[in-house]
Nanobody, 115 residues
């Protein structure tokens, strides 16, 4: 299973970004998927997850109400819509896929939010 994240960039506080993560190999629709992030000097932090069908989602308290996660099983792609971005959202965002045997991680995409 391979993951390719994209969509990061440099934005101002209050702006929006949409991250994508294309997954190849395996059966995407059978995996729970989601996003973590890691800021410089900080531990990796859970951001959001979505169930196999997309019917259930979970968010870190720090992003609730601002971020939305979705998936398109026909395109083997997950998305993270980030609105009302804050400087504290600055981090490398990594997508992951959870299978019965192990988790797989993408290489990450940098999101930088200036104040």
């Amino acid at each position: 299973v391979q993951l390719q994240a994209s969509g990061g960039g440099l934005v101002q506080a209050g702006d929006s970004l949409r991250l994508s993560c294309a997954v190849s190999g395996g059966t995407f629709s059978s995996y729970s998927v989601g996003w973590f992030r890691q800021a410089p000097g900080k531990e990796r932090e859970f951001v959001s997850a979505i169930s196999r069908s997309g019917g259930s989602t979970d968010f870190a308290d720090s992003v609730k109400g601002r971020f939305t996660i979705s998936r398109d099983n026909a395109k083997n792609t997950m998305y993270l819509q980030m609105n009302s971005l804050k400087p504290e959202d600055t981090a490398v965002y990594c997508c992951y896929v959870g299978t019965n045997l192990r988790d797989y991680w993408g290489q990450g995409t940098q999101v930088t939010v200036s104040s």
